[in-house]
Structure formats: structure tokens, C-alpha cells
């Protein structure tokens, strides 16, 4: 009996070493890894994530600028991670939206790098 229970507990160990160095993988893929992480970065995604809730899109349809958080995540068709050509360096995400728009965000910063919304123009940055 008492080595049935090791023999679990050394199954569980190697469940939680292999879940943790996958996630990690997975993290740092996508650009999150604890290289980027600073004592700033949360507060920094909370001010791109109100920036995106504050700034209304260019749609006709939606009169209201009331619209929640939650109303505007709604409102994402997609959301993909591309190659930035263009550069020649480096990936940025690409959201695009219920209303045939898209933002595009650097991986690495979180900066918005493009829109085709008019109210995100004076966001982007000079091209100059």
C-alpha cells in the first residue's frame, strides 16, 4: 500500500514538471515570458485595456458609446499572431472585429502599430 501511494505521488510530480515546462513554452511563444514581465507591466495592460474599452470604433451602426468591456470583447472575429513583414522582425497580433475593423498590437511592447479605425490614428506611431 505505501508504495502504490509513492508511486502516485511520483505520477502527480511528474504531471505537475511536465504541465509547468509546457506552459512556460507556451508563454514565452506568445511573448509573455518572465523576460517581459516587469513590476510596470500590469499596469501598463490595464491602460491598454481601458484605451481599447474608451476608444469608440468608426461603425455606423452602434450610436451608442456606451458600450461595455464586455460588449466590445464580444465584438472580436479573430485574433491571430503574424510575422511582421513589413519590419522584417519580429510578430505582432492582429484583432479583428464584428465590424470588418482591426487593431494591431506589437507582441513584445503591447503598442498599438495599427488600426483601421480613425479614432486609433493619433495613437499609432509616426512613420516619419
Known amino acids: 500500500m505505501k508504495g502504490f501511494i509513492l508511486v502516485i505521488l511520483g505520477i502527480i510530480a511528474v504531471v505537475l514538471v511536465v504541465g509547468g515546462a509546457t506552459a512556460y513554452n507556451i508563454m514565452t511563444e506568445v511573448g509573455m515570458g518572465d523576460s517581459n514581465f516587469d513590476s510596470g507591466s500590469v499596469g501598463e495592460i490595464i491602460d491598454k ?3 481599447v474599452a474608451t ?3 468608426s ?3 452602434s ?4 458600450n461595455s468591456i464586455v460588449d466590445k470583447v464580444s465584438d472580436i472575429v479573430s485574433e491571430e499572431v503574424k510575422f511582421n513583414a513589413q519590419n522584417g522582425e519580429g510578430y ?8 470588418g ?12 502599430i495599427g488600426s483601421s479605425y480613425d479614432s486609433d ?3 499609432l506611431p509616426s512613420m516619419e
Not at 450610436?63 to 456606451?66: L, T
Not at 505582432?92 to 465590424?99: A, C, K, L, W
Request: net charge negative; no cysteine.
Open 101 to 112: 475593423g482591426f487593431r494591431q498590437y506589437d507582441t513584445e511592447t503591447g503598442d498599438l
Open 55 to 57: 476608444s469608440d470604433s
Open 49 to 51: 485595456v481601458s484605451n
Open 92 to 99: 505582432y497580433r492582429e484583432v479583428t472585429y464584428s465590424d
Open 63 to 66: 450610436s451608442s458609446s456606451d
Open 121 to 123: 490614428q493619433d495613437q
Open 59 to 61: 461603425d455606423s451602426d
